[in-house]
């Protein structure tokens, strides 16, 4: 079964820092990766996702993540926080092998301290 | 281009009572899902729809909980009797294309019940 692990559930930062949230998973095939975002009472909205290729993935508001497949992870990262993005992360993983289905992490509060 | 619209945004029920919610997704997007978000958590899938099938309804309780999609386009979700454990915020999504691609998620109906 597939699985997703995010340990942490609140990171803070200082708005300037780099910023990284940490993602872990478990497939028994190749995984999809993905990250979403979630502001107050809205809906979660796509980061970027990593299919194949390059290990470095860029996405919107200036996130990255680098897919490390000998350690399984998938760690979201940005240069310089900004204050705007305070929010909760979800991370989520799907398997090339078996059903469709996206399984996503607990979540990760982060809040940019000005 | 519109986003996945739901209704109700909110709704408040008494335990034993019956709710339903809508979701329009995303034109020409022929996979829909519900979730469900328990506060803490992150999104569960409930049901997956193509077109008018469902693909995935493994962890839909189908004692309380139906779903149906019966043009291929719009969707509603249905709770009866409602339970004190089924408050949560109910999300929808779709998507276009195969599984690699991106989910798009509408803003959630929050249901609270008493």
């Known amino acids: 079964a597939q699985s997703v692990a995010q340990p942490e559930d609140q990171v803070n930062v200082a708005e300037g820092n780099p910023l990284t949230v940490k993602c872990t998973y478990s497939?028994?095939?190749?995984?999809?990766l993905f990250w979403y975002v979630q502001y107050p009472n809205r809906g979660l909205q796509f980061l970027l996702k990593y299919i194949t290729g390059d290990n470095l993935v860029k996405g919107s508001y200036g996130f990255e993540a680098e897919f490390n497949k000998s350690q399984t992870s998938f760690h979201l990262k940005k240069p310089s926080a900004l204050v705007s993005d305070s929010a909760l992360y979800f991370c989520a993983v799907r398997d090339t092998l078996g059903n469709e289905k996206l399984t996503f992490g607990t979540g990760t509060r982060l809040t940019i301290i000005p | 281009e519109a986003g996945v619209a739901q209704s109700p945004r909110y709704k408040i029920i008494e335990k034993r009572q019956s709710v339903a919610f809508w979701c329009n997704p995303i034109s020409g997007h022929a996979t829909l899902y519900w979730y469900q978000q328990i506060l803490g958590q992150g999104p569960k899938l409930l049901i997956q729809?193509?077109?008018?099938?469902?693909?995935?309804d493994s962890q839909l309780p189908k004692d309380r909980f139906s779903a149906e999609r019966l043009k291929g386009v719009d969707s509603t979700l249905k709770i009866q009797p409602a339970k004190l454990e089924d408050s949560a915020v109910y999300l929808c999504a779709s998507l276009a294309g195969g599984s690699y691609n991106e989910q798009f998620f509408g803003p959630g109906t929050r249901l609270t019940v008493l």
């Open positions: 729809f193509q077109n008018n099938g469902v693909v995935d």
């Open positions: 497939v028994s095939g190749n995984p999809y």
